[in-house]
C-alpha cells in the first residue's frame, strides 16, 4: 500500500506503547453480553479527565507478584501496550471490571490452548497483545460461530480461512483447529501490519473490518489533511471498539489485582501433545484409547465435525500431554479393522446412494470411495460397506449434528418444526413466522448469509405459537372453528397456507396425515380446521 501517512506513535518490541486520544464520542460496542452495549454508551460518552492519574494502575505500576512463575506471569512478561489510554479504553475497562466472573470463564477456557499461542508468539517474535485477541474474537469458545459466519477462536470467515489455508469439509473445519488455525491467524496478521506501514493497531482493525476498508478510511482522512492514526479514522462502530477492548484485556492482564479481577493460575507448561493417528479412527474409540473423556477429545480437536477423523487427510489428533504415551501404546495393539467399524448394507429397491449416506450420517461420496464406485449408481440386492459411529450418537456430545440438536432443542417458547423446500430462503421462512432472520438463524446454529437448502430441517420458536387446532377441545376462549377443504394452487406451500390461515404447519400435517419430506402437489385436497374468528 502507497504510504499515506507517517506512524503517529513509537514502537517498542514492534508494538505501539503510547496511543494519541481521541475526543469523547459515544459508540455501540460488540460484546459477549448485551450490558456491554449500554455500558460503553454511557462510559465512552463522558470526557475523561486526568485519564492517566485515575486509572486502576496507578494503584500498583508493577504486575502483581506470584509464587510461582506461571503462563500468566510469562505473558505480563511481554506485554507493551497496557500504558496506552484513551475512553474508548475506559469503556471498554469498565464493562470488564464489572464483570470479574466473565474474565475468570474465558481465562479458564483458555486453558488447553493458550501456552501453544504463547509458544507461537514468541517463536515468531510478535507482540504478546495477540495472545490476548481470542478473548476479544470469541471468548477462547472454539466452536464460536458469528453471524458474520466466522469460526473458531480466531473466528476466521470461510473465505479468509481457504486464502489462509485451513481446509473446510464435511468432516474438517480447519478454521477450529487449534494449532493450523493459530498458525494462520498469526501469519495474517503479520501481512495485514506490513500491508498498513508497520502499524499493529490499523493490523488489528484490518483483521476485524478487512484490509481494504481501513484502507479506505486511511485514504478518506488523507484527502482531508486529518490525522491518520487509528483513533482518528472512520471505521465501523465494531471495529473502532475492537481495538480498545483488546486493549482493555491488555492492561486487566498486566494487572488483574489492580482491577479486582482474580484469574486461575495457569501452569507455564504445554497442555497438549499431538500423535499421528495413522489413518482415520472413530473418536470414541480413540478416547477409550487414551482413557479420557470423549468431550476432552472435541475440545482439543474442535475442527473434526463428525464421529471421526476425517478419512481423506492424516490429521494428528490432540491429547492431553499426560495421555499421549498411553495412547500411543494402545493404538500400537489396535487392530487396522478397529479403527471405524464397518456395516454392510444391502441396497433395497428404491433406495439412493443419497438416502443411504444420509440413513448412516455420512456423505455419497464417501460411500463410493470406500466402496470403490465411479458413480452414484447403484443397484437393489447388491451390498456396501459404511463406516459407521462405534458408539450411539449421542455420545459424540460435540460433534457438530450434536450441537446443533442442542442448539435446536434449547426452549425459547413454543416450537414449529419446518423442513426448508424449493424456493425458500431466510427471509421467507422468517415473513410466515414472523420472527427476524437473525433470530432464525441462531436457533438453528446457522448465520442469516448461510445457504439453506431443499430437506434441512429447522426450529422456529414463537412466544406465542399459532392456535394450534389439532386437538378436538377448543381453546378456553370462544372460538368459531369451521373445517373447511381447501384444494391447493400452483406456487402454494405448506407454510404459505398455514400462515393464510393463521394455523402451524405441524397441524396441517397432522389434520391430513402427510409426510414432511414430501411436497404438495397442486389439485391436491387439504382439510382445514380454521378459526374464522381470526383472533391468535
Known sequence: MKTYYKVICSLSLGLLLLA?????????????????????????????ENVLATTAETKQLQPTSQPDYDLWQRIRDGLTMQHMDNPRIQAELAWYRKHPAYMRRVAKRAEPYLFHIVEQIEDK???????????????????????????????FIPNTGRAMGLKQNWWYDGRRDIRASTEAALTYLQQLRT???GDWLLGLAAYNSGQRRVERAIEYNHKRGKKLDFWSLRLPRETRSYVPKLIAVTKIMANPKAYDIELPALANKAYFGSVDTGGQIDLAQAAELADIEIEAIYLLNPAYNRWAT????QHPLLLPIAKVEKFKQALATLDENERVQWQRYTIKSGDSLIRIAQKFITKARIIRE??????????????????????????????ADQRLAKKQNRKRGDRTDYMVRPGDSFWSIARTYQVTTTQLASWNGLSSRDTIHPGQKLVIWQKKATVNLASTSLPKREAMVRKLGYRVRSGDSLARIANKF?????????????????????????????????GR
Open 20 to 48: 494519541c486520544q481521541s475526543p469523547p464520542e459515544q459508540l455501540v460496542a460488540k460484546a459477549p453480553q448485551a450490558e456491554h452495549d449500554l455500558w460503553v454508551q454511557q462510559t465512552s460518552s463522558k470526557p475523561v
Open 310 to 313: 476425517s478419512p481423506e487427510d
Open 370 to 399: 470406500v466402496n470403490g464406485l465411479t458413480n452414484n449408481t447403484i443397484r437393489a440386492g447388491s451390498t456396501l460397506l459404511i463406516p459407521t459411529a462405534s458408539a450411539p450418537l449421542e455420545a459424540y456430545s460435540l460433534s
Open 125 to 155: 517474535q510478535l507482540p504478546m497483545e495477540l495472545a490476548l485477541l481470542p478473548i476479544v474474537e470469541s471468548a477462547y469458545d472454539p466452536f464460536a460461530y458469528s453471524q458474520g459466519r466466522a469460526a473458531g477462536i480466531w473466528q
Open 195 to 197: 500491508a498498513l506501514d
Open 502 to 534: 393463521n394455523v402451524s404447519v405441524e397441524s396441517i400435517l397432522k389434520w391430513n396425515t402427510l409426510d414432511s419430506s414430501r411436497y404438495i402437489q397442486p389439485g391436491q385436497l387439504l382439510t382445514l380446521y380454521v378459526d374464522v374468528t381470526g
